[in-house]
């Protein structure tokens, strides 16, 4: 069975695949400090509870926290008898490599969505995750990641309001009633909203007008479902899009080496 591990700023994902669907999906906050011991009681207990017995030999990891790589790393070779593919690293081929200046590191999350939208969707495309950061990224008729923007995250703009300004608090992030808000938190909620919608139109025209070649737009991330129940923003919305990237490259990795 494959493990694919995503590990981001904020949380970190782990799914088994069988080969054709995701047995099992488990996130647990990203801490550098966690050992791989901690790692495989975590995994393990969560797999029991589950009543999933299967056996793991292999695993690819896409780590935009590099200092988190080396305990996952002697999880796999303590835990799983195996040496894991790293997106990013040069032994881990990528299906089209990226075509941006010379000497840019691309994080590993934006060349693993580019592989999964590409896999999907075909060329073309602008992908919109909502993560710690919202990325925007454009994939080429070939499957090349070329480029595109970083923005704040969603929840990282609320926190900054909330630390930042000793009146304003904590709020979650939800659709407003109104856009015009008639007390704190429904005003935060409401610049937050629908200002993010914003955002996301019109980066993705700008894209689109300098790509100059229709494009679709793919939204990813555990928000973009709550920006598309108020607004048409793209054109397909996937909850998996980056564990199945993971699947891609290393399938890729297999039937190239």
Known sequence: MLLCIDTG??????????????????????????????YFVWLSTLMKAEDLHVK?????????VPRVVFNLRLLCDRYFGCRPYV???????????????EGTIVGPDRLVNAAGAYDRHGGDLIV?????ATTFDVVAHDGAYV??????????SLEALHHAAAALPHVDISKPQAVIGTNTVHCMQSGVFWGYIGLVREICARIKAEYDQPM??????????????AVTLFDETEDDLTMHGLTVIYQYNKDNS
């Open 87 to 101: 997106v990013g690293k040069p032994d881990c081929l990528l299906p089209t490599n990226p075509r941006v200046d």
């Open 216 to 229: 679709k737009i793919i939204g990813t991330g555990g928000l973009a479902p709550l920006f598309e129940q």
């Open 147 to 156: 480029g595109g923007a970083i923005a704040p995250g969603v929840n990282l």
């Open 128 to 132: 919109v995750d909502f993560g710690t």
């Open 9 to 38: 700023n904020t949380n970190t994902v782990f799914s088994i695949w069988d080969g054709e669907k995701f047995l099992s999906t488990w996130r647990t906050s990203t801490e550098w400090q966690r050992t791989a011991d901690q």
């Open 56 to 64: 793991i030999n292999k695993v690819i990891i896409s780590s935009t």
